[in-house]
């Protein structure tokens, strides 16, 4: 008789987590120190360096460093750089054949394409409807892809930054200077730690080059089955219409080759996600080996937490950072133990075969489809929750394969906001809206005006926040729906039924929530996807930065309320507590009904139909 004995969590994955968050905790505390001196400091010792290039760059741009902004100035700075760095990435993708480092002689990438790779990387998504090593060069991929993954990390700590000044901050009428904010974040922060990780994963295998791509001899040959052309390129039909295939045998492979190293770093750093390949960190060229796995898995996370010791650093309480790091480990931990748990498990499909599903030396057991067998499925499972936990969208397995609740956690940890540590700045700024919220509803349950940081939070406060965490669900719910009723839209379904429609709601829910992964499962590179994904992208990403950047100046402008007897501490477990369970209530209830429809649905039909067959 089959077995399919396991233990709910693995010791291995245990101990993976354990390293995991002991490596992040210990690291986050001097680069987030280092990172407000770094923005904070003109005279700042170990960023003297860079300070010659930095002056050129504002005189370069005609920007005063000394001239800092209101908050409209400064969403209208965020704004204008980002549509121009839209229009850039586009025209370079559109000019691709007749521009230079284009070895394979890559053409034009389609207009709807590159309108939804130029909107994806300007709003740090990185949604690819494209495999990489097949349609952009290496210029595209340096010049225009990589470029913002540089500029749109950095905008995301250029806003965290301003919103902490506007907590920080009182009686003023500004909150910082967008053009410092970004410059300092790219020189000071983004580049040095992308030039160390590129070395180490260049010391892993990584490669990095220019070369053409490389024809190499298999082993052995592989006999396949093509579709029948004729001379002009066009398939063969037969008397009915139907496709005339042939029998082929090929005894060579082609390698994609490129700088792969140096855009890896910066994906990961920058929590953006885009692959220089197709299968992206699955692929060995990108993620070869286990430690290379770790170091990738740590780089996702490694900004999103030192900015929340920033956060304690800059409003001079250390405590409220801890509290916010404490929050979000709180979900993160729980999100993925349950993964785990679930991965652990034979697939339904395959339960009833006559196979023993035991883990042992000879396999892993649980459910390994679409696995790299070189990570197996603990470090799988991680993978998948952090960077669905960040908004980076990084994969190392498929998540389409992933059993129903285990396809669940990452949606769900997308639909929360993204603030469960989250993007580069990005989760900080949602996971202190949440904190707003947190103290408004504490306040109604005591009767007193709510506050945070010695600042009163009004009616002016709350509406921003109101429309900063309700914008994704709106862009997912909805565009869901115009998805399933579309034709187009389910035309681009594969899988019929509740995991056809889980694939719809993941990628809506990855692009609103700007992280960019997929079910893998969904045509997507259609018209229609393009144009909806790119909508929800461009929405998901400034629908909420700019009310943000507004609850920035109004608390900028609002002075410190001393704390009282009555004053809710925002650093201990019972704040933690709150916030928690804030995002979750506020967070995950919205999606309920659509994830009833989809995963939870998927995970009782095996129920239902067993029940059915007795």
Not at 244 to 249: F, H, I, L, M, N
Not at 317 to 334: L, P
Request: with cysteine; proline share 5%.
């Amino acid at each position: 008789m089959p077995t399919s004995t396991f233990s709910p969590i693995s010791s291995q994955f245990l101990g993976l987590l354990v390293l995991f968050l002991a490596v992040l905790f210990v690291v986050g505390p001097f680069l987030g120190r280092y990172m407000r001196r770094a923005l904070e400091e003109g005279n700042y010792v170990l960023t003297a360096w860079g300070r010659p290039l930095e002056r050129g760059l504002y005189r370069l741009a005609g920007v005063r460093a000394d001239a800092e902004m209101g908050w409209k100035q400064y969403a209208v700075a965020v704004i204008v750089f980002n549509v121009i760095g839209v229009i850039a990435v586009y025209a370079i993708q559109r000019l691709q054949g007749v521009l230079p480092l284009n070895p394979q002689g890559f053409g034009a990438v389609s207009p709807d394409s590159s309108f939804n790779t130029a909107i994806s990387f300007v709003a740090n998504t990185n949604w690819q409807g494209y495999a990489g090593e097949s349609t952009m060069s290496y210029l595209t991929q340096m010049l225009a892809l990589t470029v913002q993954n540089f500029v749109s990390a950095a905008t995301g700590i250029a806003v965290v930054f301003a919103l902490i000044r506007g907590f920080a901050r009182h009686s003023a009428q500004t909150i910082g200077n967008f053009w410092v904010d970004m410059v300092r974040s790219t020189l000071y922060v983004l580049l040095p730690l992308s030039i160390v990780m590129a070395v180490a994963l260049v010391g892993q295998g990584v490669i990095q080059n220019f070369d053409s791509y490389k024809d190499v001899s298999l082993v052995s040959a592989v006999e396949y089955t093509q579709p029948k052309v004729d001379a002009t390129g066009q398939p063969v039909l037969d008397r009915e219409g139907k496709p005339v295939t042939e029998d082929a045998k090929t005894a060579t492979q082609t390698l994609a080759m490129g700088p792969v190293a140096s855009q890896e770093a910066i994906k990961m750093l920058g929590t953006n996600g885009g692959g220089f390949f197709n299968a992206n960190s699955a692929h060995p060229f990108e993620n070869p080996t286990p430690l290379a796995n770790l170091i990738e898995m740590l780089a996702i996370f490694l900004i999103p937490a030192a900015l929340c010791f920033t956060f304690g650093e800059m409003v001079r309480d250390r405590r409220q950072g801890v509290a916010v790091i404490a929050s979000m480990t709180v979900i993160f931990v729980v999100m993925a133990l349950a993964a785990m748990a679930s991965e652990l498990q034979v697939n339904a499909a395959l339960s009833a075969l006559p196979v023993d599903h035991v883990a042992s030396a000879l396999q892993a057991g649980g459910n390994m489809e679409g696995k790299e067998v070189r990570f197996g499925i603990s470090a799988s499972a991680l993978f998948a929750t952090i960077t669905t936990a960040a908004s980076c969208g990084a994969v190392n397995a498929m998540h389409d394969s992933f059993t129903a609740i285990g396809g669940l956690v990452p949606m769900l940890l997308m639909q929360l906001g993204e603030v469960v540590f989250g993007g580069v700045g990005s989760g900080l700024y949602g996971m202190l809206v949440y904190a707003v919220l947190a103290v408004f509803i504490a306040g109604l349950m005591i009767g007193r005006t709510p506050e945070y940081l010695g600042k009163k939070i009004e009616a002016y406060e709350m509406k921003m926040a109101a429309v900063a965490i309700l914008v994704t669900p709106l862009l997912v719910l909805v565009g869901t729906a115009i998805a399933v009723m579309a034709e187009p839209g389910r035309a681009g379904v594969f899988n019929p039924g509740t995991h056809g429609f889980s694939e719809i709601l993941y990628a809506l829910s990855s692009a609103a929530n700007n992280n960019g992964s997929a079910f893998a499962g969904l045509s997507a590179n259609t018209p229609f996807y393009n144009v909806l994904l790119a909508a929800a992208m461009w929405f998901g990403r400034f629908w909420i930065i700019v009310p943000v950047l507004a609850m920035a100046g109004s608390l900028a402008a609002k002075r410190r309320t001393p704390a009282t007897s009555g004053t809710m501490p925002t650093h201990g477990p019972l704040f933690v507590v709150l916030l928690v369970g804030s995002v979750l209530l506020v967070g995950a209830l919205t999606y309920v009904p659509a994830l009833a429809l989809g995963p939870v649905a998927e995970q009782l039909q095996p129920a239902a139909v067993a029940a059915a067959a007795k």
